[in-house]
Each structure stands twice: as structure tokens, then as C-alpha cells.
T-cell receptor
């Protein structure tokens, strides 16, 4: 158990819908990262927050958005869902921010999203 | 830009050694190594910062050659528990994004 929690564990929805994935980082960690893992794309970095502020953006679609709240938990919002959005979405947390020596990342169990 | 990992897959017998390589075309600030077992989340193994250091975790160690922008992960005297997919993640200086390689699937057989 990494100490990172993600809810829900599984999500099944239809195309065009909107969903919210939630992540609580390990106690004391200030950074939260979101990743998408699909069979054909591997682990893709989406976005990173550090202490409430966006720090880095990866290949995140405009239909996707995220935020980190004052209590440091984070939410990833996916809208206008398409079949291709079906994937495993991981949240990770670290003590420091990327670009420092304190950003070993601890991954949550993931949310498996299925878009029908 | 995604780092290149090799080999794609390796099959070992218990006690054998293996090396997994991770190469980047860009100047790197750090290299991370993770192991993911089927149906589970990636688990952090180690992080190497530029400076050519070598680190170890149980009988798994890694090196980072800054001049070649290449990192190698060494699995020594492999155990059944080493089976899984190993990912390297690379971070460029001032980029703040971790790019993962496609992974190397390691199967250790008794």
C-alpha cells in the first residue's frame, strides 16, 4: 500500500459523458501527478500540481482538466468522453516537485475507466 | 520525448542476471525506475540524478551515464518476485515532466 488513495476503483460510462476521478496523496506529500495508461500508449504523463499550483502539463486533452485543493487532494475531470479515453488512470504523489531530488513518486491503485 | 528501453522482454531462470537499458536523446536531469506487476500500480525502485551515480535496492541496482544520457538497471541473482514490467522515466532539466519508456517485461521462472 503506497498511501495514495484513488476513487472510484472502476468507472463505466457512456460516450459524451463527464466523470471525476479523485486522488488523495500520501500524508506530507505536496505534489500530485496524473497519468493515463493504455495498452497501446503506455504510461502517459497528464499533469502535475505542487502545493495547489499547476507545475507541469503533459499530453492532456482540452476535454480534461484537473485541480488540487487546499487540503492537497486532487481531482481529474474528463468530459465529452470518447471510446479512446478508456484506460487506467493513475495518480501519484511525492514530497517535492519535479526538478528536485525529492520527487520519487508513489502511485495509487488507479481508476479503470471504461467508456461504452 | 519518450526514452527508449531495451530489451522489450527478457526471460530468466531464478538466480540469473539481466540488464535493462534506457536511453534518451535529450540531456537529462534524472532517471526514475519503477516496476509494475500485472493489474497493480507501478512501484518506485530508485531515482538517479545527473552526476553518474549508482544506486541499489536489494539486488537491483542502476547506473546513470550522463555523457551518454543512458541508464541501466541491473537485476542480480533474480528471484521470482522480480517478475513484472520495468519502466524507466526520464526528466529533462527544467522540464518538470516524467516521460516513461515503453517498458521491459521480465519473467523469472523457477
Amino acid at each position: 500500500d503506497s498511501g495514495v488513495t484513488q476513487t472510484p476503483k472502476h468507472l463505466i460510462t457512456a460516450t459524451g459523458q463527464r466523470v471525476t476521478l479523485r486522488c488523495s496523496p500520501r500524508s506530507g506529500d505536496l505534489s500530485v501527478y496524473w497519468y493515463q495508461q493504455s495498452l497501446d500508449q503506455g504510461l502517459q504523463f497528464l499533469i502535475q500540481y505542487y502545493n495547489g499550483e499547476e507545475r507541469a502539463k503533459g499530453n492532456i486533452l482540452e476535454r480534461f482538466s484537473a485541480q488540487q485543493f487546499p487540503d492537497l487532494h486532487s481531482e481529474l475531470n474528463l468530459s465529452s468522453l470518447e471510446l479512446g479515453d478508456s484506460a487506467l488512470y493513475f495518480c501519484a504523489s511525492s514530497v517535492g516537485a519535479s526538478g528536485t531530488s525529492y520527487n520519487e513518486q508513489f502511485f495509487g491503485p488507479g481508476t479503470r475507466l471504461t467508456v461504452l | 520525448q519518450q526514452p527508449v528501453q531495451s530489451p522489450q522482454a527478457v526471460i530468466l531462470r531464478e538466480g540469473e542476471d539481466a540488464v535493462i537499458n534506457c536511453s534518451s536523446s535529450k540531456a537529462l536531469y534524472s532517471v526514475h525506475w519503477y516496476r509494475q506487476k500485472h493489474g497493480e500500480a507501478p512501484v518506485f525502485l530508485m531515482i538517479l540524478l545527473k552526476g553518474g551515480e549508482q544506486k541499489g535496492h536489494e539486488k537491483i541496482s542502476a547506473s546513470f551515464n550522463e555523457k551518454k544520457q543512458q541508464s541501466s538497471l541491473y537485476l542480480t541473482a533474480s528471484q521470482l518476485s522480480y517478475s513484472g514490467t520495468y519502466f524507466c522515466g526520464t526528466e529533462k532539466a527544467n522540464d518538470y515532466k516524467l516521460s516513461f519508456g515503453a517498458g521491459t517485461t521480465v519473467t523469472v521462472r523457477a
